[in-house]
């Protein structure tokens, strides 16, 4: 029998069937925030996201949706005034995405930073994010699905100067571009 069909544990499948409550109690909290969970989930995707992956083809990547879904999202949450779509600086040809104000300012009160208060309360936030992360690694070589991790932690990442070289940026060896403190702790499609 493969590892990836053996039977989980009992402990590991009692996670399981918590994470899908908590999932369930903030998709819950997301109808009651007036938006479906779907909008939600791209404007938190958006504030995450790095220049390069601010894009509709990487956002529905990243969801695991198809680009027509994706595109109905888009609509809804570009007619309600909460991101913009503007011609990439990078390629005319592709479509960036922003948050406006008005969406910033709604991602400060949604559901899932009461979930992350809860898990802040438990006091096992550091071993349960390290938990999870793995899960999700497994599940994305299992689906090959991207991994969309933080920049900091890709291979492409040479960190900026320090002493002498202090000011100069970070860099990027894939994209050949400087990357600011910021971009460092931002997600990336293109991250490896
Ligand atoms: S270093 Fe990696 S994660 Fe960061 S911008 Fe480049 S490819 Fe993306």
């Known amino acids: 029998m493969k590892k990836s069909e053996s039977l989980p544990s009992g402990l590991a499948l009692r996670a399981a069937f918590l994470l899908e409550r908590l999932?369930?109690?903030?998709?819950?909290?997301?109808?009651?925030?007036?938006?479906?969970?779907?909008?939600?989930?791209?404007?938190?995707?958006?504030?995450?996201?790095?220049?390069?992956?601010?894009?509709p083809a990487a956002l529905a990547d990243y969801l695991g949706a198809t680009r027509g879904t994706?595109?109905?999202?888009?609509?809804?949450?570009?007619?309600?005034?909460?991101?913009?779509?503007?011609?990439?600086?990078?390629?005319?040809?592709?479509v960036e995405l922003t948050l406006?104000?008005?969406?910033?300012?709604?991602?400060?009160?949604?559901?899932?930073?009461d979930l992350a208060r809860d898990i802040d309360a438990s006091g096992e936030a550091d071993g349960l994010a390290r938990g999870l992360e793995s899960a999700l690694?497994?599940?994305?070589?299992?689906?090959?699905?991207?991994?969309?991790?933080?920049?900091?932690?890709?291979?492409?990442?040479?960190?900026?100067?320090?002493?002498?070289?202090?000011?100069?940026?970070?860099?990027?060896?894939?994209?050949?571009?400087p990357l600011a403190d910021a971009d460092a702790n931002l997600v990336c499609f293109e991250h490896t």
């Open 23 to 55: 999932a369930r109690l903030v998709r819950a909290g997301d109808h009651a925030g007036g938006l479906a969970p779907a909008q939600w989930e791209a404007l938190r995707y958006l504030a995450r996201a790095n220049r390069f992956s601010r894009t």
């Open 137 to 177: 690694h497994q599940a994305l070589v299992r689906g090959g699905g991207r991994a969309f991790g933080v920049c900091r932690t890709c291979r492409h990442f040479r960190p900026g100067g320090r002493g002498a070289k202090a000011g100069k940026p970070h860099h990027c060896t894939l994209l050949d571009e």
């Open 100 to 113: 406006t104000s008005s969406g910033v300012a709604l991602l400060e009160h949604e559901a899932l930073k």
């Open 70 to 94: 994706v595109s109905q999202t888009l609509i809804a949450l570009v007619g309600k005034g909460l991101v913009r779509k503007s011609e990439s600086s990078r390629d005319r040809r592709s």
